[in-house]
């Protein structure tokens, strides 16, 4: 086994014992009512439209696409875009957390952490110059791009939906 499997399995185990550390102390607190469940399933239901109507279009665009860029890079932009819709639509309908749980500070510094790991390793990426090997979009060195700007579109949507927020309370108390 090569050191960048063991390196990834290692990741796999850290982050599973991460979630189980994190699932067992708050458990039972993210709780939702009756409207944000019907929004998280309209969510769900754009999310995997967007989702299906990306994947027939690659299916048949796939070979005319003049960059060579790898399937498994495709598809797996196909999955953060879906995975951006479903959050941008839960985040500004105020189902992204449930009533009794909203920890702003931890998802915007988890995303931004997120962000800046993966742009470090664009920067490493850019200046070994292995973005393109022989004209082709490399898949493990084009990915923390993408994922980069995953989490950081994630943080921006957040940090809108905060400011409106504010800005609703704000104008909701001068009104009364």
Avoid: C, H
Avoid at 26 to 41: F, P, S, T, V
Wanted: charged share 15%; glycine share 6%.
């Amino acid at each position: 086994m090569s050191s960048y499997n063991i390196g990834i399995l290692t990741g796999i185990i850290v982050a599973f014992i991460v979630l189980f550390i994190f699932y067992r102390k708050e458990k039972n607190l993210n709780k939702y009512d009756e409207r944000q469940m019907m929004i998280r399933g309209r969510g769900y239901s754009y999310a995997f439209y967007v989702n299906l109507i990306l994947g027939v279009l690659y299916g048949i665009f796939q070979e005319d696409f003049p960059v060579q860029i790898p399937p498994g890079i495709i598809i797996i932009t196909i999955l953060l875009i879906s995975g951006m819709v479903l959050s941008t639509y839960l985040i500004f309908n105020d189902a992204y957390w449930g009533y009794k749980y909203y920890k702003f500070k931890t998802f915007f510094g988890f995303y931004i952490a997120m962000f800046m790991l993966n742009f470090i390793q664009v920067f490493n990426v850019i200046a070994t110059k292995k973005v393109f090997v022989n004209g082709k979009l490399q898949f493990r060195n084009g990915l923390p791009i993408i994922v980069a700007v995953f989490f950081l579109y994630m943080a921006i949507i957040l940090s809108i939906k905060a400011f409106l927020d504010r800005l609703n309370t704000d104008t909701d108390l001068e009104v009364q």
